[in-house]
């Protein structure tokens, strides 16, 4: 038998979290047609893989590259690390719907998604179709599978995000999700921070996600509603939502970021062991980094951070409002969370932002200015509304606990972006370069955390039996060959909160529909990804 491609002397992870064992695999049409002893076989390209692990290619079920990709279509963030399969449009934003069914008028200027104002891509887009069709004929180098977000949904249907919305917007909601998902939405998504903390009460949750329950594999993916004592209320609430929808429920990027909760990961975990006993299907996602990105905004009360920066800036100008503003920011961070100034550290400036702010935390920005940490806070706000930070704000310990549990899948929270592209001039997360391979190094190869073995099934096997996808996610003869090929003895992350916009080591090969994407380390610039629309 002649192959299109053969990688040999490999060590198969196959996905499904079973023992590893020593295979060839054998790859055809962009499908894995053979795995077993295939070193007398024929193949157009061989590729060693000898001391190597052959796995699926990872599925980031929390990724938000709908606009990055169509920027910087080879995703290389993501590309470096295995990812074969970007699940984006997480934390109720997407790119669409963008204008009200029916009338095809784009708002654009009215949906602040694209950060970046001189991006050639052209909003031309009114719906997922549209979106998905664009993005195929642009071209991109990972799948991506799109879901369809709950503020875009609202702002679609015109309604405000400063009140819930009226029985006939709510309608319309559920009209345009349900299209979304016809298109190929793999899940409704939210972002329950923010402005909708207040105003997307549950019941307008409960009604929205309804509209998924007639599709097959639609699920809801949810960004919790969190504030200061608030995690296990909003692992109650996810719960609770999909008791009532009986809608499959992905609780997204656990974290307990209060620093009065840390040590009760178990506890949290397990309010998702007893809802699955119950009958209710719940899972959730986590990044291996112990500190969360936060635009300094996002540190203002929910009344002034969901408001939007033009009106949040015109509340800061106003000493009355300040104030107010300011009280309340005395009694904590979203609510009563006490706020670590030394540890919320400056990684990202706008144009016209103070570089040296650059990896200062506020204690010591404060410091030097001779201000206090809240009024740097707001005045950094208006000198720069772009300023982002990163909060030290989890334990080691929640996070092993949540990484080892059986019910945890592994999401970057991050986007698949070129540093020599129009987005190099942001300072990400770590995470978008190096969440994969960190687990894979750090807390699998270093710590033990985990096993390979589920680790890998956390990356592939298990999203994507939660989103659908049949056809991908294990190594089996028959599905399609998204698979990458690292080192387990020297794969890890290199990406840093300082320096964020470096590769991963020791992951030399990723195939996307039998394609390589990178080849003996290097991107090979090619383009097999696909819109991979919700199946069933
Ligand atoms: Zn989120």
Same mark, same amino acid.
């Not at 109720?92 to 784009?106: D, F, I, K, M, R």
């Not at 009563?336 to 919320?344: A, G, L, R, T």
């Given at each position: 038998m002649a192959f299109d491609t053969l990688i040999l002397n490999g060590t198969v992870v196959d996905g499904t979290g079973k023992p590893a064992y020593r295979g060839d695999v054998g790859i055809t049409d962009g499908k894995i047609v053979a795995i077993g002893e295939l070193s007398t076989s024929e193949a157009a390209r061989k590729i060693d893989a000898n001391g190597h692990v052959i796995a699926p290619g990872f599925i980031d079920i929390h990724a938000h590259s709908d606009v990055t990709m169509l920027d910087d279509p080879g995703g290389e963030s993501k590309a470096y690390q295995g990812v074969t399969t970007e699940v984006s449009g997480?934390?109720?934003?997407? !790119?669409? !719907? @963008?204008? *009200?069914?029916?009338?095809?008028? @784009?708002l654009r200027d009215k949906q602040p998604t694209h950060p970046i104002p001189h991006s050639p891509t052209k909003w031309a887009w009114t719906d997922l179709d549209g979106w998905a069709n664009y993005t195929e004929d642009t071209g991109i180098s990972l799948n991506i599978a799109p879901q369809v977000g709950h503020s875009s949904l609202k702002r679609a249907a015109g309604a405000p995000f400063s009140r819930p919305a009226d029985p006939d917007e709510l309608a319309m909601m559920k009209k345009l999700a349900a299209e979304a998902i016809e298109q190929g939405a793999a899940a409704e998504t939210n972002g329950l921070t923010g402005a909708h903390f207040e105003n997307a009460p549950t019941s307008e949750i409960i009604e929205l996600v309804k509209a998924a329950k007639p599709y097959e594999n639609a699920f809801y993916s949810t960004h919790p509603r969190l504030a200061g004592g608030w995690h296990f209320k909003a692992a109650e609430e996810a719960v609770e939502i999909g008791r009532q929808t009986g809608v499959s429920v992905e609780y997204s990027h656990i974290a307990i970021i209060d620093s009065r909760q840390h040590g009760k990961a178990e506890e949290m975990a397990s309010i998702f062991d007893t809802a699955r006993e119950d009958g209710v299907d719940i899972a959730f996602d986590i990044y291996p980094y112990l500190a969360g990105a936060a635009g300094f905004k996002s540190l203002t009360p929910s009344w002034v951070e969901g408001s939007g920066t033009e009106s949040a800036l015109k509340m800061l100008a106003d000493p009355s409002t300040r104030r107010r503003i300011k009280e309340e920011m005395k009694g904590g961070?979203?609510?009563?969370? !006490? #706020?670590? #100034?030394?540890?919320? *550290? *400056?990684?990202k400036i706008g144009p016209n932002g103070d570089r040296d702010h650059l990896g200062r935390s506020l204690a010591e920005i404060a410091e030097s200015r001779g201000t206090d940490p809240l009024d740097t806070i707001l005045d950094m706000i208006i000198e720069d509304p772009s300023v982002e930070s990163v909060m030290h704000n989890r334990s080691e310990q929640d996070m092993r606990q949540f990484l080892a549990h059986p019910l945890s899948i592994i999401g970057s929270d991050g986007t698949a972006i070129s540093p020599n592209g129009i987005w190099k001039v942001t300072q990400p997360h770590p995470r978008i370069y190096g969440c994969h391979p960190r687990v894979l190094g750090h807390y699998v190869r270093e710590e033990g955390v985990l096993s390979l073995e589920s680790a890998v099934h956390k990356m592939s096997g298990f999203p994507a039996e939660r989103i659908g996808l049949r056809d991908r996610g294990r190594v089996e003869v028959g599905l399609v060959a998204d698979l990458v090929v690292f080192d387990p003895d020297t794969v890890i992350d290199m990406s840093t909160y300082q320096d964020p916009h470096r590769y991963p080591l020791g992951i030399p090969h990723v195939l996307v529909n039998g394609e390589a994407i990178v080849s003996e380390g290097k991107h090979t610039g090619a383009r097999p990804g696909r819109v991979l629309r919700r199946s069933g």
């Open positions: 997480n934390c109720g934003s997407t !790119p669409y !719907p @963008a204008g *009200v069914l029916g009338t095809g008028e @784009a961070w979203w609510g009563d969370m !006490p #706020f670590h #100034f030394e540890k919320i *550290v *400056v990684v």
